[in-house]
Nanobody
Framework: QVQLVESGGGLVQAGGSLRLSCAAS????????MGWLRQAPEEEREFVAS????????YYADSVKGRFTISRDNAKNTVYLQMNSLKPEDTAVYYC???????????????????WGQGTQVTVSS
């Protein structure tokens, strides 16, 4: 049974930083696509960042490019999201997701993913 468990969310002031972690179990996702998506109240779930492949290719939403960094530790089967220069509009529940495929893609749609974590709340105060 695959489980993705997020941690690291919280309350931070605008301009601050947080690092989210997502630990996977039940399958080894080394080099498989993994991503972070977020959902604000009464909004649809939106793509934030993805990582895939042996070289750790990454892709970001325009809204977070230059501020957020996705990375992974294959030995720990864990993916991270370093969030800097946070803005109030970054406030959302952040979800980790994983995809069991070797196909190529940017993996920007919620429907792309096979597995999901329970989400962690990030609140940025102004």
């Amino acid at each position: 049974q695959v489980q993705l468990v997020e941690s690291g969310g919280g309350l931070v002031q605008a301009g601050g930083s947080l690092r989210l972690s997502c630990a996977a179990s039940g399958r080894t996702f080394t080099n498989y696509p993994m991503g972070w998506l977020r959902q604000a109240p009464e909004e649809e779930r939106e793509f934030v960042a993805s990582i895939w492949g042996t070289g750790g290719s990454t892709y970001y939403a325009d809204s977070v490019k230059g501020r957020f960094t996705i990375s992974r530790d294959n030995a720990k089967n864990t993916v991270y999201l370093q969030m800097n220069s946070l803005k109030p509009e970054d406030t959302a529940v952040y979800y980790c997701a994983a995809l069991w495929t070797r196909s190529l893609g940017l993996w920007t749609k919620a429907g792309d993913y096979d597995y999901w974590g329970q989400g962690t709340q990030v609140t940025v105060s102004s």
